[in-house]
């Protein structure tokens, strides 16, 4: 379960501004805490901060302002789908055409340069289980 500090839905609703609130705490919270905690909502707040915003909610509508008004329960993220395998990620691979590849040249005589098989490829390295040079 997820809790977050909600002041400034709570403030809205009741047709109080945040500037009333800071007159009315002044002294025991710092003004941009009231501002920052009615600009957006809050998951980490201390909890004295908290308890004399309420006890001045409360002298502000004459009536007692539970905690349960200010907070609001949020939904918890589903957990992130498992990581795809190696196999997976294999498959993904484009298979590279070595008729497709790039002809090189030499600085100055500007003959091309034949790129022949070379040897195996990373993937098939890999798949093999052996570690690349």
Request: charged share 30%; glycine share 6%.
């Amino acid at each position: 379960m997820i809790l977050q500090l909600n002041l400034g839905k709570y403030l809205k609703e009741h047709d109080i501004s945040a500037y009333r609130l800071v007159q009315e705490v002044r002294g025991e919270v710092a003004p941009n805490t009231v501002y920052d905690l009615a600009r957006a909502p809050a998951q980490r707040v201390n909890l004295r901060v908290v308890a004399k915003i309420l006890e001045a909610l409360s002298r502000v509508r004459g009536e007692k302002v539970s905690v349960l008004e200010v907070i609001d329960e949020l939904e918890e993220v589903a957990a992130p789908a498992a990581l795809p395998t190696l196999e997976q990620l294999l498959a993904q691979v484009p298979k590279q055409d070595p008729a497709s590849f790039k002809k090189f040249s030499y600085d100055r005589s500007r003959k091309p340069i034949a790129i022949g098989e070379g040897g195996p490829s990373i993937v098939d390295i890999i798949s093999e289980g052996r570690e690349p040079r």
